[in-house]
C-alpha cells in the first residue's frame, strides 16, 4: 500500500472554487482499487471543520508562520474522505471564498497562509503525526508549492514529492524579503531554488524540487513547454520535461450520473434522451427564457474570464440568436462581463438567461437540460464541464487546447462517417471561429438521428477516473524510487 498525503487549498464537497477541488475530492476514491491510501491536508476553513467527523488531535505546532499554536484534527468527511485538517483561526477562519476577501480583492496574507499549508505538509512527511508514514507528498497548484521545497530543503530524509499543476497562469509570488518569514534558507533564493524573477515563486519551487511534475493533460503538457503556454516557467519545464507527465483528469461519475442525479427534473441514460425534454421545459423556466422546444439550447458554466473566452462568446452571442439558438449562463468573474451579459437577458429576451454566481445543483440541471455547452477557452489544463457535457448528453463545443482537445473528436464530416465525433472543436479561438463552430452545432442539431447518435457516443466515453487513477498509482511508485535514488 503506497501512502499519499494530498495537499490542496480546496476540496469538493466542502470548499471549492473550481475543478481543482473535484479532482482533490475524487482522486482518494479512485486511487483505493490501486493499492493507494491518500489522506489530505487542507486548510482548517469554517467549511472544513465543521463537516469533520469525530475529528481527534494528532499533533501540535506551537509556531506556524508567527502566530499561536496551531492542533492538527483527524477525520473523516462523508465517511470516506480521510483528512488532516489545519486548525489555525487566525489564518484560516474566514468565511466564503478560501482566497478572497469579501471586496473581492486576495487576502493580504495569503502568502503565510498557504506556506503554512505547505509546511505542514512536509512536517507531516517528515514524521510529525505519530504512526503515521508517508510515502509520496503531492503538492496541488501554487498553494502547496512550497512543500517539495521544505521536504528538499530540510536536509532529513524525506518521502517523495510530486507537484500538479492545475493552472500555471497562478503561481504565488511573494518578495524576496519573506524569505526569513517564509522559512526559507538564504541559499535557497537561487535560480536554481525558489527565486523567481527577484521574488520567491511558490509554483516555481515546486516544479524546481519535487520529484515528479504532473499536469492534467497530454496535450497541456507540451503546450507549457512553449513561452505561449508556459508563463515565464517554460524554461524550467523544459529542462525538467523527462519527469514531467500529462494525465487527463476524470470525474466522479457516481456524483455526475443522469441516471441517479437528484438535482435533474428527469433523470436519463443513453437509450432514453427524450427525457430530456422535462430538464430543457426545467432549464428555460429557471433560466427564464422561452419554452421552446426545438431551439438548440446552448450553455455555459465558466468564470467569466479572458482564459475562458467568455469576452468572445458574449461578441458571439448576437449571432447564436439569429441562428435560432438560446443561450443560458451560469458563472462569476469579470464586472464588465457580468454586465454585458445581464444586458444581453434584456436585449435578447426570451432567448438569453443568466444568473451570476455558482450553484452546483443548477450546474447539474444546466448539463441534463441544454443540447450543446460552450467552452471556447483560449487555453485550458483540463476542463471538466466538456467531460460532465460528454457524460449528460450536452455536446461540447470546445476550442482545440488543452485537455479539451485530448477530450472531444470533432464530428467533421470523416468522424461521423466513422462513427466516431463526440463535440465540436473550434480552432483558433476567435470570434469567427466560435461563430463557425456554433452554426456548425445548430446544423447538427437539425439532424435529430445524427445529434442523437452524437450525444449516445459522447456518453459511451470512459471519464471517470479508472485509467487516470491507474497512472498516478505508477506515477507515484515511479516518485518513490527516483526520492530513493537521490538519497
Known amino acids: 500500500m503506497i501512502e499519499v498525503l494530498s495537499v490542496t487549498s480546496e476540496l469538493f464537497p466542502l470548499i471549492k472554487t473550481g475543478g481543482l477541488a473535484d479532482v482533490a475530492g475524487a482522486l482518494p476514491g479512485a486511487l483505493a482499487p490501486e493499492g493507494v491510501h491518500v489522506r489530505t491536508l487542507v486548510p482548517g476553513y469554517p467549511a472544513v471543520r465543521s463537516a469533520l467527523e469525530k475529528p481527534r488531535i494528532v499533533a501540535r505546532i506551537d509556531d ?69 508514514r508517508v510515502d509520496v507528498v503531492h503538492g496541488h497548484d501554487w498553494q502547496a508549492g512550497l512543500a517539495p521545497a521544505y521536504l528538499a530543503l530540510s536536509g532529513k530524509p524525506r518521502p517523495a ?16 524579503t519573506m524569505l526569513d518569514a517564509l522559512r526559507l534558507p538564504a541559499h535557497s533564493f537561487d535560480v536554481n531554488g525558489v527565486e523567481y524573477y527577484g521574488g520567491i515563486g511558490a509554483l516555481k519551487a515546486g516544479l524546481h524540487y ?122 462569476a468573474g469579470d464586472p464588465a462581463l457580468e454586465s454585458g451579459f445581464t444586458a444581453a437577458t434584456v436585449h435578447h429576451a426570451g ?58 473528436i470533432d464530428a467533421n464530416d470523416a468522424a461521423l462517417a466513422d462513427g466516431v465525433g463526440t463535440g465540436v472543436q473550434l480552432s483558433p479561438v476567435n470570434v469567427d471561429s466560435l461563430v463557425s463552430a456554433i452554426a456548425r452545432t445548430v446544423r447538427l442539431h437539425r439532424d435529430r438521428d445524427t445529434f442523437r447518435a452524437l450525444q449516445q457516443r459522447g ?10 487513477a491507474h497512472r498516478y498509482a505508477a506515477l507515484y511508485a515511479d516518485a518513490i524510487r527516483a526520492a530513493r535514488k537521490a538519497g
Open 210 to 331: 519535487a520529484d515528479r511534475i504532473t499536469t492534467v493533460s497530454p496535450t497541456y503538457a507540451e503546450e507549457i513547454l512553449t513561452p505561449d503556454f508556459g508563463m515565464g516557467l517554460d524554461g524550467l519545464l523544459r529542462a525538467r520535461r523527462a519527469d514531467l507527465v500529462g494525465i487527463v483528469n476524470g470525474i466522479d461519475d457516481a456524483v455526475w450520473n443522469p441516471a441517479t442525479d437528484r438535482s435533474l427534473a428527469a433523470t436519463y441514460d443513453a437509450r432514453t434522451l427524450e427525457r430530456r425534454a422535462k430538464n430543457r421545459l426545467a432549464v428555460q423556466k429557471r433560466m427564464g427564457i422561452d419554452a421552446d422546444p426545438d431551439a438548440p439550447l446552448f450553455c455555459a458554466v465558466t468564470r467569466l474570464t479572458w482564459q475562458k473566452g467568455m469576452d468572445l462568446l458574449f461578441e458571439a452571442l448576437p449571432q447564436l440568436v439569429e441562428m435560432g439558438g438560446q443561450f443560458v449562463l451560469l458563472g
Open 161 to 176: 514529492s510530486v507537484m500538479t499543476v492545475h493552472n500555471i497562469a497562478f503561481q504565488g509570488q511573494a518578495p524576496a
Open 351 to 408: 432567448r438569453v438567461g443568466c444568473i451570476m454566481g455558482y450553484d452546483e445543483p443548477l450546474s447539474h440541471l444546466l448539463q441534463g437540460g441544454c443540447d450543446a455547452i460552450l467552452i471556447p477557452s483560449r487555453f485550458e489544463p483540463c476542463g471538466l464541464t466538456q467531460l460532465y457535457g460528454l457524460r449528460y448528453g450536452c455536446v461540447p463545443v470546445v476550442a482545440r487546447t488543452g485537455g479539451l482537445a485530448d477530450t472531444v
Open 459 to 468: 456518453m459511451s466515453r470512459e471519464v471517470s477516473w479508472k485509467r487516470p
Open 64 to 132: 506556524l508562520m508567527g502566530g499561536p499554536a496551531v492542533l492538527l484534527a483527524a477525520g473523516k468527511v462523508a465517511g470516506s474522505l480521510d483528512l488532516i485538517v489545519i486548525d489555525a483561526p487566525h489564518l484560516y477562519d474566514r468565511p466564503g471564498n478560501p482566497y478572497l476577501a469579501p471586496d473581492g480583492s486576495d487576502w493580504p496574507d495569503n502568502t503565510e497562509r498557504f506556506a503554512a499549508l505547505s509546511l505542514v505538509a512536509a512536517m507531516i512527511g517528515q514524521g510529525l503525526v505519530a504512526g503515521y
